[in-house]
């Protein structure tokens, strides 16, 4: 397989979440540092208002509404038709999908007031592939199609199977997306394992205190390189995959199973970590991954380059997205890509010492040719996409 | 090309013997343990290095839906949210369980795809053949007893998969999908 039909397009990206109803808004902000974390809650929830602009869908859920007016968005900036939505691959990552209709009605406490049939419809909307079944209704999609649970990786995961399914021919082109609301599972459960912050995170500072849980969707339109001639936005350039096999929620100190997938993505790629213009790292603000996945962008290097590694973090705008966070944050990425500007990390002013990549704290003009997403997750799942952009193909 | 199903092992809920289970296990849920049964039956023909750089696919409907249940029940009968139920709650948190007790370092995917379970399952297996020489694959959903009727109303296609774990190892070929 040549290096070129290795890379897949992306033609169409957007997204929605607290920091903006699209994606040129939300790069914005994360330009400007005009974060949507709620300070005394720690929580970045889409505002009331946007959550009401978003039409009526075949389910009345969250998780539906807003993935609905994402892939609207999402298929008109790739310029697909219903003609391009026959024989699509479809893969959505949630890891909790429509929580909002079941959350409190099937916990035993309330399910006795229920009929028998009101318990069976709220758990049809427990299955966290219903969201995909009723885009797939709604938007008339057929062609293979999968839902990606693996926790904070989900859509990175998602990102690089379409990646694999277009590389294979299984399909020539796919729809990938990733929807993530706030409930009470995620934001108490969260709390309950003293990760959450109650102020804005900072990513990489050396007084961290924990993460920001937000809401969002993105979807990304891929297609195989001889599908159609539509430009790309960016191109898939590389993937990697790994499990750390460490520790239930707790990353690998030394990172060594993010640096696994790393290494895995720049093979695939076939460059160099130098070659890396930007890191934009999983960075949630948590002690621990911080720290582990800074060591893991270190040991990429052999030498002392690593100390020129351009590295951020844009949770502190958005807050950390959970499942959604790795599709968010390559729909930023695609933007960078286009503009050659780095989003920064906000709020953080100490960098922890034992951190010792370049952390970048202000926007920076920069020539983008290849930017390395990482994304890490419960159960030590790792995933890593290299994007390249689209000038140089 | 053809595959190469090096083996198959399941287990029904009613079969496992969690009263005698290893105390390293204490904090697994029933998924986890019937998971972890098949998986290591059906690894145990491959080499440690062929486990390490195994792929997994983790495929299941409704995850860990006994943890979810009993943390929301807790905590709303008493506002008290129990970390070991959360991190047990998630979809993810078999594969990762998996991971650890097998040694599994490989590309690592939970998938939850509804209707699509079946096909699912078997499109990302072929395609994580790509990246490795071995794919497992383990299917579970154990589910309270007091929600069953309401799934099989909901999806009576699950009637031969709740209250089992299913594993299968393939070795690189091609997957008939």
Known sequence: MTRQKNEVKIVGSEAICSSGVDKNQIFESCLSGNSAVQIATGLAPISEKNWQSFHQTLSPSRCSLVSSACLTKALADADWSEADLQDCGFIFATTTSQIDQWQHSLPVIYMKDLTFEEVANATRYQSLGSTLVQLQKEFKITGPSSVVASSCSASLQAINLATLWLRTGLVKKCIVGSTEILSDLTVNGFNSMRLLTKGVCKPFDKTRAGINLGEASAFLCLEAQDYSLRKAQALVAGLGLSTDAFHPTAPEPNGAGSLKAMRMALHDAHIQAEQIDWFHAHGTGSAANDLAESKAITSLFSSNAFSKASTSSTKSIHGHTLGACGALETVLAILSLQRNLILPTYNTSEIDPAITLDIVLKPREKNLNYILKNSLGFGGINATTVLKNSSLH | ?177
Request: proline share 4%; with cysteine.
């Open chain 2, 1 to 177: 090309m053809n595959d190469f199903l090096n083996s198959f092992h399941q287990i029904n809920e009613k079969e496992l013997d969690l009263e005698s289970a290893d105390p390293a296990f204490r904090k697994a849920t029933t998924n986890m343990m019937a998971a972890y049964l098949v998986c290591k039956k059906a690894t145990a023909h491959l080499s440690p290095d062929e486990i390490k750089n195994l792929s997994l696919v983790v495929s299941t409907q409704f995850g860990e839906v006994s943890s979810s249940l009993d943390f929301l029940t807790t905590f709303y009968e008493t506002q008290i949210a129990k970390p070991i139920l959360f991190q047990n709650s998630l979809h993810n948190s078999t594969l990762g369980f998996l991971a650890i007790q097998l040694g599994i370092q490989g590309p690592a995917l939970t998938l939850s795809s509804d209707v699509h379970g079946l096909q699912a399952t078997k499109q990302t297996a072929k395609s994580l053949l790509d990246l490795s020489e071995n794919v497992l694959i383990c299917f579970v959903d154990i589910v309270p007893d007091f929600l069953k009727p309401h799934y099989l109303a909901a999806y009576p296609e699950l009637k031969e998969h709740l209250g089992w774990a299913r594993a299968k190892v393939f070795t690189k070929g091609a997957l008939n999908v």
